[in-house]
T-cell receptor
Framework: DAKTTQPNSMESNEEEPVHLPCNHSTISGTDYIHWYRQLPSQGPEYVIHGLTSNVNNRMASLAIAEDRKSSTLILHRATLRDAAVYYCILRDAEWDNYGQNFVFGPGTRLSVLP | DSGVTQTPKHLITATGQRVTLRCSPRSGDLSVYWYQQSLDQGLQFLIQYYNGEERAKGNILERFSAQQFPDLHSELNLSSLELGDSALYFC???????????????FGPGTRLLVL
């Protein structure tokens, strides 16, 4: 079962920042927070991941709450190409050191309006 | 382009039949993962192989099996197909598989299976 909670859908205007929230109140100390997105008719693609500190890369930023029970994916300037389903995933700690298997929830469907 | 290839892109078959889906991981990646995505179930992890050995199992039916060959490509075999097996099947790969919880998975474009 997915251990994260995300809004079903969000809307943004093109060229504006987007903040996609994710709640993970049962996160364990060794769970990484991963974000993937799935564009229409494509496989999921990696966006960003982090453990405790905020992270930045060329695609997005990840802001992690101090208690780690929530996180926010930030797209600084949304483009039409960013319209996708965004998945916030915890690496399943039950697998211990083996099997880096992601449990995907329903994600957030982001619509970007021109 | 993730570097992961899957064949075929589309597959149409009948109930009771058997099909094989193929996946070639990114160059250098030792782990291969299989996922099923259906409209009502979302993206579900099926199975992982690491360097030829089964590493982890998820919600994989007994009618389904997989293997990873010495050249690291993988095949997912689906038998006694039912209407409910119609779905997108994704393969993903990663560098390792024995640790490193922050490791990224790279997904292929998927195989769309339609069982009639």
């Amino acid at each position: 079962d997915a251990k994260t909670t995300q809004p079903n859908s969000m809307e943004s205007n093109e060229e504006e920042p987007v903040h996609l929230p994710c709640n993970h109140s049962t996160i364990s100390g060794t769970d990484y927070i991963h974000w993937y997105r799935q564009l229409p008719s494509q496989g999921p693609e990696y966006v960003i991941h982090g453990l405790t500190s905020n992270v930045n890369n060329r695609m997005a930023s990840l802001a992690i709450a101090e208690d780690r029970k929530s996180s926010t994916l930030i797209l600084h300037r949304a483009t039409l190409r960013d319209a996708a389903v965004y998945y916030c995933i915890l690496r399943d700690a039950e697998w211990d050191n083996y099997g880096q298997n992601f449990v995907f929830g329903p994600g957030t469907r982001l619509s970007v309006l021109p | 382009d993730s570097g992961v290839t899957q064949t075929p892109k589309h597959l149409i078959t009948a109930t009771g039949q058997r099909v094989t889906l193929r996946c070639s991981p990114r160059s250098g990646d030792l782990s291969v993962y299989w996922y099923q995505q259906s409209l009502d179930q979302g993206l579900q992890f099926l199975i992982q192989y690491y360097n030829g050995e089964e590493r982890a199992k998820g919600n994989i039916l007994e009618r389904f099996s997989a293997q990873q060959f010495p050249d690291l490509h993988s095949e997912l075999n689906l038998s006694s197909l039912e209407l409910g097996d119609s779905a997108l099947y994704f393969c993903a790969s990663s560098v390792g598989g024995s640790g490193g919880w922050g490791e990224t998975q790279y997904f292929g474009p998927g195989t769309r299976l339609l069982v009639l």
